[in-house]
Each structure stands twice: as C-alpha cells, then as structure tokens.
C-alpha cells in the first residue's frame, strides 16, 4: 500500500513539474513576444514625418495627400480629388524593419494593417512621370507603389499575379 501511494506521489510530482515547465514556457513565449510588440512600437514611433522632404518636393509634386488615416483612405481621397483612378502594388507597399512577420505572427493581416492603418507618417504624392528619373535620383529612400490610371479603375489594389481588386478604406462607403 505504501509504494503505491508513493507512486501517487511520484506521478503527482511529476504532473506538478510538468505542469510548471508548461507554465514557464508559456510565460517565456508570452515575454518573447511582447518585448516583439514592444520593438514594433518603438519602431513605428521612431518614425519622423517627412516635411522637410515633402517642402523641397512641393514645386514638383502633382498632388499630395497625407497618410494619417492609412493609405487606403488617402488613396480613395486621391482618386475622389483629382478624378483620376490609382493602381498601388501589394509587393511595393513598404514595411518597417520585422512589422510584416511580427503581424503574421500576433494574427494581424500586414496588409489589412498597411492600408488601413495610420498615425506612421507617411505621405501619399505623385509627379509627373517626366520627372520620375529625377525624383529616384533625389529621393531614392522614397517608396513608388503606384501610379495613376484611367477613373474607370477607381482605386485599385494590384496583386503580385496581376489581379486588381477595389481598395477598401475604413469610413468610406466603399462601392
């Protein structure tokens, strides 16, 4: 009877620690990332505006619009305001440092985040396109993810196998 109950006693033992071991796993990965989500932050924050870029550049420019409310919504407030329609490029959207794989990995769509996203700075403009080789010269940490189309395309998302599908901004009654 003893060595059963000291076998209960080893098995409970035993249950306990790998319960605790689960536990500190749990705890590290838990610490991993949110010191991720942390530096995610820290980087998005770190992010200055571009004015001083943007003051050199207002000669040249054909529109400008600012980003606080995320691309999609400055791309459909470009489409609305100039009559024209836009093309922006999955595979050309930049990304801060990990912020793509961080998303994946805490189950936020990084695309979904790009485009709806704000509050990072950024700017949208565009330049005539005799200026382009120009600008690249000038400006080459600027990103081109687009360009102007004909109004019947509206504002369109083009996706890296060529599909084009209609941006989707959060507070517009999307079509």
């Known amino acids: ?38 530096k995610a932050k820290e980087e998005q924050q770190a992010q200055k505006p571009h004015i001083a870029q943007a003051r050199i550049l207002i000669g040249e420019l054909n529109t400008l619009k600012n980003a606080e409310k995320g691309l999609a919504d400055a791309v459909k407030r470009l489409v609305r305001d100039s009559g024209l329609g836009a093309k922006i490029y999955v595979d050309k959207l930049p990304f801060a440092g990990k912020t793509f794989e961080l998303g994946k990995e805490l189950n ?27 600008f690249r010269h000038d400006f080459q940490t600027f990103d081109i993810i687009g360009h102007l189309a004909k109004p019947e395309v509206g504002a369109a998302l083009v996706t890296p196998d060529g599909l084009e599908l209609p941006i989707k901004a959060q507070g517009w009654k999307n079509d």
């Open 1 to 38: 009877m003893e060595t059963k109950a000291a076998l209960y006693r080893a098995a409970f033992r035993m249950t306990e620690e790998r319960r605790r071991m689960a536990e500190d796993t749990a705890l590290k990965k838990q610490q991993a990332l949110q010191e991720k989500e942390s």
């Open 108 to 134: 936020i769509d990084p695309m979904s985040a790009a485009l709806n996203g704000g509050e990072d700075y950024r700017l949208l403009f565009t330049i005539p396109i005799g200026k382009h080789d120009k």
